[in-house]
């Protein structure tokens, strides 16, 4: 996370680096945290009753659904699963594509990634798979459920494949579910909306579910075509983005670390652009890698009053990264040289510690450059070449 403090007369090249990291009290998982103000991310069971003639699939495709819920047999889905070198939370850490539009004869497949089996001898994981058709009375039918197997693994990590074929006409929404040890771990519904002939895209607006985001953290994007029901396929490629999947309505996406000091106080980051593609059209989206605004306030100000910092985007990592272990985090301030240092307790508060909520970042644990901060007398110090005020 990079960023720039400035005032009309006095400049503080300073560059604030927050590094978090899970641990437990055997090993510990580093991630770099990049802002957004979205994200991420991320319904019981009674199955509906249904006479024999009401039980054929809805030809005519609506332009709106409500997807099941659990009235219907839905399950609500887990938090994701979490995998880096040990198991930290079983689950799917890999959601299947939540949209596809087919023609009708083609298949579709579900892809996702699971976490929490085995891992000394290899095993594949069964992954039931719940299917519910729209019928024509607009309410669903919950069709006989499959089973598939995941490749074998020795990493804890379950790669599974199904292939939904054979689909007719209408919507279709499917939720896999997988077993770990005694617990069910469900994930998201994914919706496969199969039409009767190609009908190409004429209009693609993509959507980040977060305008900051923090480098190396995992967000989603999503395509909205026009005609809804396009079958024309979205693929996506940015510099310094990696998708995956690299196609489909509904991706994620994760950017690497921007070079640069943020000198903007209305964007927390440094511009990156994501970019979606369709039927020969194209569709931008910016967003801001860093999370850390830059501060405008004068040495007179800092001296009276002192400063914090507000870290954007926590909202979607505090989704996706909580877990059931503290987290440790710690801020380091960078000098003209591009020299990293740590904060002294005479300097900050909260420059390091532990915490059980990431939102604590921007509360209790906020970072804070006190008014007697000798930070402030040593910006006023360095030389003239290296003035952090000047």
Known sequence: MTSRFQSPVHILLVLITLLLIIGSQTTQHAVQ???????????????????????????EIPQAVTPPSTADGVNNPNRDGFWFLVLWRAGFNGQPQAQQYIILGDSAQLNVQTTGGPII???????????????????WLKEPSTTVKSNTTINGLHDTTYTASGLPVGVHYFQMAVTYFGSTYYSELAMITVVEKET????????????????????????????VNSTSPVSWASPNVTY???????????????????????????????????????????????GLKALTISEEAARQSGFTWSVAGLTPLVEQYQTDYEWRYKWVYYDAQNIAHDFTADQALNASGQITNLAELNTTKQLL??????????????????????
Do not use: M
Not at 260 to 284: K, M
Not at 375 to 389: D, Q, Y
């Open 244 to 290: 995956l999947p690299t196609t489909g309505r509904v991706v994620r996406f994760k950017t690497n670390e921007i070079a640069g000091i943020n000198e903007s106080t209305e964007q927390a980051g440094l511009p990156l652009t994501l970019t979606g593609q369709t039927n020969g059209l194209q569709d931008n989206a910016t967003v801001y890698v860093g």
């Open 33 to 59: 945290a990049s802002p957004s103000e979205s994200s991420s991310s991320h319904s019981g069971i009674k199955p509906p009753t249904s006479s024999i003639e009401n039980a054929s699939p809805k030809a």
């Open 121 to 139: 001898w290899p095993s594949p994981a069964r992954i039931p798979v719940n299917h519910w058709s729209l019928k024509s009375d607009n309410t």
């Open 200 to 227: 190409p895209a004429t209009a693609i607006d993509i959507q980040p579910n977060t305008s900051v985001v923090f480098a190396n953290a995992d967000y989603r994007i999503q395509a909205n075509l026009t005609p």
């Open 369 to 390: 450059i006190p008014k007697n901060s000798s930070f402030i007398e040593l910006a006023k110090k360095r030389p003239k070449t290296s003035n952090l005020f000047q």
